[in-house]
Every structure is written in C-alpha cells, then in structure tokens.
C-alpha cells in the first residue's frame, strides 16, 4: 500500500493538556486564548488574543451567551455531563459525579430540562469506575458505555417507561495492562507534559440494527454470533504489540452516510512517556483496514513516534473522528490539529493534510469535534467553543462562539459538543449543558 502524506507548512502543535505551555516547533511560544466572555474573531495572525467582553446577555436579552448558547438546567450543578446525543425536540447526556455517581439524563424542549431515565443498576458492585459513550438511533433507544467494559442497552415503551439490559465485552488486551483497559493513560510528545486518561470504551452506529461498540483494542458488532443469539461479536482486534508495557486504544467512530465507519485512538506506554502514536482504522464493503498506524519509540519527544511500513504515521491521539455528508473525513489530534484524510486512485492508498492554523494546536484547548457539512467545523474544549468555516481550504478562519455567561467566561471543561443542524447545536462539560438554537 502506497501511502503519500502531505502535511501543510505550519509548526506543529501541542498536546491537549489541562497545565502544560505549547512550543510550535520553530519554538515560538503561542498562547492559548482565556474562555470567552463575548465575541472574537481569529486569524492565524492574531490566534493568541484574549477574547473580548461582550455584552452581559445573550441578544434578547435573556441568560444566553451573545452567540446564542443558552443554559439548560441539570438535576445536579456538580454534574460533569461527558456525552450528548440530540435530536430536534430532545436529547439524552450521560455523566458522572462524585455524590450521584454515573447517571443518564433526557431533556425535552417541552419542559426544557434534564431528567433521570437510567434504572440505577449502573451502581452495582464493580461498576461504574468511568464514562464512555453513549449513541441513540432513535427518541425511544439508547446505548451507553460505563466502566469496567459494559454496554448498556435502552427502550422505552407504549407506558414511556424505559426497559435496560446490560452486556460486559470482553477484554482482549494484555492482562497485566487489564486495570486501565477502558480509561488509558495517554502521555504528550513533550517531556514537561503530564499523562491524562481518556475512555476507551464506546458506542456508535448506522441504524438501530447495525451498532458497534468498542473496548480496548477490539471493536464489536451487535449481531449473530452463530448460534442464532445476537451478541457483542469482536469484528477486528488491533494485535497486541510485543512488549506486554504497550497499550492499544480505540477512543471514538464515525460514520459516512453511505454505512462506511472510521475509529480512532491510540498506541501509548508509561514505559516512555514520551509521546502516542495514533491508529484509525476504516470499515468499508470490503472489511476493516487500518489507514494510521506508528511505532513507539523510547528516544526523544521528536521521535517518539516512528513510521510503521505501509501505514500513515500521526504523532499523539486522535480523539474524535467525523465524515461529513459529503464523505470528507477529518479527525481531531492533539498535535496536527484538524487533519483531513484523502483517498487516493485506488482502494488502499491515502494520505492526509493537516490543519494551517497554529490556534487549532493550543493546549488546554479541544476535546471534541462536530462537523455538520464540509465548510463548518465546532471545537470544544477548556471553557472554549471555536467555530471554523472552510477548514483546510482556501478561506479558512476560526472564531470562538462565546458562550459567555451574564457577561462571565465559562472556566469548565466542555466534553462534548454536537448537533442536528447549526439551528440545534449542544455543548456539555462540568456543571453546563449549553444549547444554541440561534443559526450561527
């Protein structure tokens, strides 16, 4: 397989992390912008200024940011909602706090706040360590993922009573690795980095008869496993690497309109804390095929990553993977930013450009991607939501979309953002569950 790369002419950028400062790899130091408190436009040449005041409230004069994001109230303030699945009238979260413990929430546009649906049984002995994901393929279904490695499953019937069953995957990573399967330690390309956990464990699909999960290094495919029962059947299980100190991880999916699906994660190892090496693996007709790969290497932050034959190589972690209606494909990494990956003439042969913009590769920036059509792109991250129009291509630019609250920045983490269309779009974090109905 012939794999050209073409990286666009930029200085790399850095890590996601909660403390770290960022070094381009000219060694300009570039600063990542405070959280909001009103409009900023930004360009590459103004990328590290502080954000602008806005006015106190939203444009009709209510609790809403001056772009439009608008408070939803939760059940608990001290709530970190870390996944949202919307549709147009409604939406289901699920999270974890220290008191409540893992819980799972439904909004309604008719009562405009959050309600408890899960049936508690998350809080069994040995459950519910950490958050994955959660998918829904329609208002009365749902799937979320919590530690250690279940699956859980959600209908509601003709009463609006919801009916839960519960599946655990197996782990099929090393056993002595076997404690962090589903929330990995993730180190940065920069020694003076510290390491931080990311969930890898998820769920994602096409339609209510075609949904995969993933856990650790395996991803699974609800579907007959031969004996006329459905199940959780491993479909493709990244090898597992030859020192038993290597971890592989998968940590998001996406799907194309046409059933075509991409995951994205990582190959990491506390034994260098030096840097990651990304993974993203495709599944078209023809099967599964992975497009990045890399090699680990114990030398320096620089090479912390080598080039594996046949494969793309990215340095860091992509965190979220998204195809577009058109079927582009972009992925959101720690150190290239934005990156887009190109088919080439034939089936097999890719490469990939990356971001142009040095703000898209500031710390303490972005955890989240949605891109609803090819010319827009939202971030979201460390009390920021950025807004990009024709990324990758001629006029590209990127702004913040303040979600300023009564004139205040919001200094939270913001997991998750997603939409149905830029007329309904959601963004929750720690203590927020944001949603902007107002067309950018």
């Keep these: 397989m012939k794999n050209a790369i073409f990286l666009a002419p930029v200085a790399m950028g850095c890590a996601l992390t909660a403390t770290a400062a960022c070094s381009s790899s000219s060694e300009n130091r570039v600063s990542a912008p405070e959280p909001d408190a009103g409009n900023t436009t930004l360009t590459d040449a103004d990328a590290d200024t502080d954000a602008d005041a806005g006015t106190d409230s939203g444009p009709d004069g209510s609790m809403c940011s001056p772009d439009g994001w608008c408070p939803t109230r939760i059940p608990n303030a001290n709530f970190q909602m870390r996944d949202i699945w919307p549709f147009e009238d409604r939406a289901f979260a699920v999270g974890i706090s220290p008191t409540l413990g893992v819980k799972v929430m439904e909004w309604t546009a008719a009562e405009d706040s959050w309600s408890y649906i899960d049936d508690d049984t998350q809080h069994d002995y040995g459950l519910g360590e950490y958050v994955g994901s959660l998918w829904a393929p329609n208002e009365s279904e749902l799937y979320y993922t919590i530690g250690p490695g279940y699956v859980y499953h959600g209908t509601r019937g003709a009463d609006a009573k919801w009916t839960w069953t519960r599946h655990q995957l197996p782990d099929n990573g090393w056993e002595s690795m076997a404690a962090q399967s589903g929330n990995p330690t993730f180190y940065f390309s920069e020694s003076s980095y510290k390491a931080v956990n990311h969930p890898s464990l998820g769920v994602f699909g096409t339609s209510a008869s075609d949904v995969y999960a993933w856990f650790s290094n395996t991803i699974f495919h609800w579907k007959d496993d031969g004996s006329g029962t459905s199940s959780w059947v491993a479909e493709h299980v990244i090898e597992l690497p030859a020192s ?90 720690w150190v290239e930013g934005v990156v887009e990956f190109l088919p080439g003439a034939t089936d097999g042969d890719w490469s990939f450009r990356a971001s142009k913009s040095d703000f898209l590769g500031l710390p303490n920036a972005y955890l989240s991607m949605w891109a609803p059509y090819d010319a827009a792109h939202w971030l979201s991250g460390n009390g920021l939501v950025v807004q990009g129009s024709n990324v990758l291509d001629d006029g590209e630019s990127w702004r913040i979309s303040s979600i300023a609250q009564n004139g205040a920045p919001v200094r939270e983490y913001l997991y998750r953002i997603r939409g149905t269309s830029t007329s309904n779009i959601w963004a929750v974090g720690n203590g927020y569950a944001l949603h902007k109905t107002a067309t950018p």
């Design 244 to 333: 038993n100190l290597e971890k592989t991880s998968i940590v998001s999916a996406g799907a194309s309109p046409s059933g075509e699906l991409w995951f994205a994660g990582a190959r990491s190892s506390p034994s260098y804390a030096l840097a990651n090496c990304a993974i993203v693996i495709r599944k078209s007709a023809s099967g599964y095929s992975r497009i990045v790969d890399g090699t680990l290497q114990n030398t320096s932050p620089s090479s912390g990553c080598g080039a594996k034959p046949g494969y793309l190589r990215l340095t860091g972690l992509v965190t979220d993977i998204q195809v577009t209606p058109s079927g582009r494909v972009f992925g959101l990494g």
